[in-house]
């Protein structure tokens, strides 16, 4: 994310220079040259628009990082996902790991495939993770936040 990048005041959405209106949610804007350098205003009575990240990013931020180091570090225990918000798939993580280890310590036959569960989710959640460090503050927030993408 640019220092000199824009953003929505009513959607967040990045603003590329020269454009009447926001492409996101349709807000217009009017373009003034300051020694130079555009400018975005809103029409008169409208409200500004943003010169930094607005604070949903500041919050996508924490989240992103938050949730990519707990899917890297304690990945198989679904951590990330309830720091998401998404507790449905959370709790599929913590559900196949007491799954595993019941079937494991019960000796039901199933051990080689159930053996298999811990670190199948481990992969997937160190993948989520990685994926999550990746991806712009902008990214992350469309995709995990306003979409709420659960899985890959």
């Known amino acids: ?42 029409p008169p009575g409208g409200q500004p628009v943003y010169q930094q990240a607005p604070p949903h990013l500041a919050d996508a931020n924490s989240k992103k990082i938050t949730a990519g180091l707990c899917a890297l570090l304690i990945g198989g225990l679904g951590v990330h996902k309830f720091v998401l918000g998404y507790n449905s798939a959370g709790w599929v993580y913590v559900g196949v790991l007491i799954g595993g280890l019941l079937v494991t310590c019960l000796s039901l036959g199933l051990v080689p495939i159930v053996a298999l569960t811990g670190p199948v989710m ?24 306003a979409n709420r993408k659960e899985w890959f």
């Not at 994310?1 to 349709?26: D, F, H, R, V």
């Not at 992969?123 to 936040?145: A, N, P, Q, R, W």
């Open 1 to 42: 994310m640019s220092s000199g990048t824009l953003y929505c005041p009513k959607c967040g959405q990045a603003i590329t220079a020269g454009i009447p209106s926001c492409p996101s949610c349709g807000v217009p804007f009017m373009q003034q040259t300051t020694m130079g350098t555009p400018s975005y205003q809103p």
């Open 122 to 145: 481990g992969i997937i959640s160190l993948i989520e993770g990685i994926m999550y460090l990746t991806k712009s503050d902008e990214e992350f927030y469309h995709t995990y936040i």
